[in-house]
């Protein structure tokens, strides 16, 4: 094995996580080699190993084995807070893809201790949105105010506390709810990653306003934060019909992370 370059684990084998083994594959990440896998399935676990030529690990005690620099996570806030403090304590960083699991202020707060005693560092990719840069400039600069819009269609609300078998046949856009990031983050644990990930760069969970708007007809997500103080408002909106965007936006922040120059 090439000692230059940097050792990268996946935790997560479904469709995100195959979109970076696809893009080492291609040679996007020239500057790192895949030491192991970790998934939930074991035929979907091996046919992204054999990609690799890399082992198949059943736990995350195997998967540590492999000596990575890097654990890149790309399957469900459970797995987050299953695997961030062995990862750490390791002596390897953790990319995170499921960035709700640090809605949860006493873990966020846990594995940031647990990061600066190890010299090891969690780096939040930024999935369906972006323009974390300036949000988390504003809100250096005085009292930020963050506001967060998100619009869907009414069947990706389905089996979430939020839906009505009224919303598939309204004609009209229906708000289903209003409140905070943290409020959200308990009533929808696998819908509000970009919330999360928007409150953690400005305001907090608590402090930052979320809006989600069933839209009839819609396909895909469209996420707009507004994060304002005084003389300075920043609008970040993206739209996306594909869940591809997170699993790339981890590509990017691996290559970023290997770069001599940094965006």
């Known amino acids: 094995m090439n000692k230059e370059k940097k050792r990268l684990a996946i935790a997560g084998c479904g469709f995100l996580g195959n979109i970076v083994m696809d893009a080492w594959c291609a040679g996007l990440l020239p500057e790192y080699e895949v030491t192991g896998v970790l998934g939930r399935t074991p035929e979907k676990t091996k046919a992204m190993a054999e990609k690799a030529g890399c082992p198949v690990c059943r736990d995350i005690r195997e998967l540590l084995e492999t000596k990575p620099d890097y654990v890149a996570e790309m399957a469900s806030v459970q797995l987050v807070k299953d695997i961030a403090e062995p990862v750490l304590k390791s002596g390897a960083s953790l990319v995170v893809l499921s960035i709700g699991a640090f809605a949860d202020e006493e873990f966020y707060e846990h594995i940031r201790s647990v990061a600066q005693e190890n010299g090891t560092r969690v780096h939040m990719a930024s999935g369906a949105v972006g323009g974390f840069d300036v949000l988390r400039t504003i809100s250096l600069m005085g009292q930020v105010k963050t506001e967060m819009i998100t619009r869907k269609g009414p069947g990706s609300l389905q089996n979430t506390p939020v839906f009505r078998e009224e919303l598939l046949e309204a004609g009209e856009e229906t708000e289903v709810f209003t409140g905070n990031t943290r409020e959200a983050i308990k009533l929808l644990p696998t819908k509000v990653n970009v919330s999360v990930a928007a409150s953690l760069a400005t305001a907090g969970t608590e402090k930052t306003r979320y809006h989600i708007i069933s839209v009839p007809g819609m396909?895909?997500?469209?996420?707009k934060i507004t994060a304002e103080i005084d003389r300075v408002k920043a609008v970040v909106d993206i739209y996306s019909s594909t869940?591809?965007?997170?699993?790339?936006?981890?590509?990017?922040?691996?290559?970023?992370l290997a770069s001599p120059i940094m965006f």
């Open 219 to 223: 396909a895909g997500d469209d996420h």
């Open 243 to 256: 869940s591809a965007i997170a699993g790339w936006s981890v590509v990017a922040l691996l290559q970023n």
